[in-house]
């Protein structure tokens, strides 16, 4: 049996464009916008389901997704970031900065509010896992954050394979992931994963 025929196809998309403020914020107006060029694209491919991170700009994002393709969405924690700004009461803008530069920097670092890097990753790849052996050969939407798709890739894939998607990946992983932004993993479940695509915005540029 061919593997890839049998393989469950994921289309990680990161949220659009949030509002710039601290907590559980929605999408600006852009993100709008780029939620629904990213809704039409994925709208004309055969999805079996959608599953979204419960931040509020993720689930917006999702939401026009599950128009597009008259699908319900279905929540994960695991899909969410690894620490948010105003998780940590108090903590000012500067300090949540400098608490995931030492997260990305550091990968077992767990800081004070969420999860260390590795551990973030670690949940994204479960999920893909668990839900590649529910869906074989199906294709499934799943609404993130640009750091956990890093976070994901980082624990997976050696630095030479994603080196080859973009130089310097490791120090530049910050920046890689614009939003709503598709990287395609295919899975066949028990950890096996193939990087098909890796943050495209072609369907952004229509």
């Not at 890839?4 to 559980?24: E, Q, W």
Request: aromatic letters at 6%; proline letters at 6%; a neutral charge.
């Amino acid at each position: 049996m061919n593997p890839i025929a049998t393989s469950t196809t994921f289309y990680l998309v990161r949220h659009g464009t949030k509002v710039r403020a601290i907590g559980d914020v929605p999408l600006s107006p852009e993100g709008v916008l780029e939620a629904r060029q990213t809704a039409r694209h994925l709208g004309r491919l055969p999805l079996a389901a959608i599953v979204s991170s419960p931040l509020r700009r993720a689930a917006d994002t999702a939401g026009y997704i599950a128009e597009a393709s008259g699908l319900p969405v279905h929540t994960d924690v695991r899909l969410r970031e690894r620490a948010n700004w105003g998780d940590l009461p108090g903590q000012t803008f500067e300090a949540f900065v400098r608490m995931w530069e030492r997260c990305t920097n550091d990968r077992d670092y767990v800081p004070p509010v969420g999860d260390s890097a590795r551990q973030a990753g670690d949940r994204l790849s479960s999920l893909l896992s668990e839900q590649a052996l529910q869906h074989p050969g199906q294709h499934l939407a799943l609404v993130t954050h640009g750091g956990l798709i890093t976070d994901f890739l980082l624990n997976t894939f050696p630095e030479s394979e994603l080196n080859r998607w973009h130089p310097s990946f490791v120090s530049r992983q910050s920046e890689l992931v614009p939003e709503c932004s598709i990287t395609t993993v295919l899975s066949s479940g028990h950890g096996r994963f193939v990087l098909t695509g890796f943050a495209s915005i072609q369907h952004l540029q229509k």
